[in-house]
């Protein structure tokens, strides 16, 4: 990077427009009792999780310049003590691959001689001769015993099996993996050096939370390319995170960090207020107190639906009829958050609505009339959204579709 681009994105101006930026995606989803904006008899803090000390920004986004973390930005603001815990991160693995430095070749290099087959017997000359690293029938010996044995064709699954290694002693391990319609993997995995302190840092996090006037949760996601998510709940132990947390009694604000859809029915109705962030940039963490302690209020709106379960998947506001109806028999086949939706910190009012036509042609277009109020205490954008429903179209049309918006700024009383 030039002198002169660095000089740029090292802008004052640059990075006030961030900041904007940041703090107009977010969505607020749940504010019970106007919990948000923190009230400023708060003198305390408890951050919680490792998305807080993180800056994430999103696949291709580089290490970004000058990134200011969710806990740096709570942390400048004066006259508030912030109490930091881990508490829980994304990873939910019980193991690790094996590290090649654990590992020595028949030739005496790092790792395993591999030898590749045309063929899922294992016969005949191999192809090449190279390292391993690297899914369906597989075979696992070790000092020449049979530890794990699933030759058959199954889906992608773990095997851990117990065994007992005595210290300074070498073992002779053979993998043996078979893979006849491609897209194969396979790796060697065990659990030494797992973290299994997660139990510890939650119970961590829950004693913070009790020192603390209100708990602030950063949840986040994992997702990119070729890593899309067959969950859409948070991973690893970050719910249970949640749920210990808020028996503690205090106020408990969940932010959750991350570019897609997030089921919250183990937790959403145990907490007070929940933001959605996104991956917020560089000035993330300054754009979250903003938001936060009612610097700014949150304005942003859904640009994708939540849905309640997977199993609702596609999930979308603007499908075409279907002749059936919204629910299942087990389950709304409603959203948990609809598409265009999110809260503020004040009220807005609608009337006086009137259209130009009550009827228009093919080459017409109507105006829709209606005046806006902010009838609460707190100067807001409103996200205006007009949608229409065609219903008596000669060919199918979506239920709903959304035909324009205007994202407008109104101080406490102030019409348009």
């Known amino acids: 990077m030039s002198a002169e681009q660095l000089k740029k994105i090292s802008n004052v101006d640059q990075k006030k427009l961030a900041r904007e930026a940041a703090i107009k995606s977010m969505v607020l989803l749940k504010n019970k009792n106007q919990t948000l904006p923190l009230s400023k008899q708060i003198k305390s803090v408890a951050v919680i999780g490792s998305d807080a000390t993180e800056g994430r920004l999103g696949g291709y986004s580089g290490p970004g310049n000058g990134v200011v973390t969710i806990l740096q930005g709570l942390q400048k603001r004066t006259g508030i003590k912030v109490n930091y815990a881990i508490g829980a991160d994304r990873n ?13 070749s028949v030739t005496g290099k790092k790792g395993l001689s591999a030898f590749y087959f045309k063929n899922i017997n294992l016969s005949g000359k191999p192809l090449l001769k190279i390292g391993l690293d690297g899914n369906d029938g597989f075979r696992l010996y070790v000092n020449n015993q049979l530890l794990i044995d699933r030759w058959e064709k199954k889906t992608y699954s773990t095997e851990l099996v117990d065994f007992n290694a005595e210290k300074n002693k070498s073992y002779p391990i053979r993998i043996e993996f078979k893979e006849s319609t491609g897209n194969a993997h396979i790796r060697l995995i065990w659990d030494l050096g797992v973290t299994k302190g997660w139990e510890k840092q939650i119970e961590e996090a829950v004693e913070v939370a009790k020192q603390s006037d209100v708990a602030i949760i950063v949840a986040g996601i994992h997702e990119g390319e070729f890593q899309d998510r067959a969950f859409l709940s948070l991973p690893g132990h970050q719910e249970e995170l949640i749920n210990r947390v808020s028996a503690v009694g205090k106020p408990v604000v969940v932010i959750l960090v991350g570019g897609s859809a997030i089921t919250m029915n183990n937790w959403l109705n145990k907490v007070n207020a929940v933001i959605d962030i996104w991956y917020p940039g560089e000035e993330g963490g300054h754009a979250l ?30 499908h075409k009829p279907t002749g059936r109806g919204d629910d299942y028999h087990n389950l ?14 004040t009220t807005f009012a609608y009337s006086n609505m009137q259209v130009s036509k009550s009827a228009i042609k093919k080459t017409e277009q109507a105006q829709v009339y209606f005046e806006l109020q902010n009838t609460g205490k707190y100067a807001s954008d409103e996200v205006v959204q007009l949608y229409i429903k065609d219903d008596l179209a000669t ?13 407008v700024h109104l101080k406490p009383g102030e019409r348009k």
Do not use: C, M
């Open 332 to 345: 709304s086949g409603l959203p948990l958050f609809p598409f265009g939706y999110g809260l503020t910190y």
């Open 395 to 407: 060919v199918a049309r979506p239920v709903l579709e959304l035909k324009g918006f205007q994202r």
């Open 289 to 318: 107190a903003d938001v936060l302690f009612g610097d700014a209020s949150p304005a942003g709106r859904l640009p994708i639906t939540f849905p309640l379960h997977e199993a609702q998947l596609p999930l979308v506001y603007n």
């Open 92 to 104: 939910d693995k019980e193991w690790v691959v094996v590290p090649a430095d654990n590992l020595k």
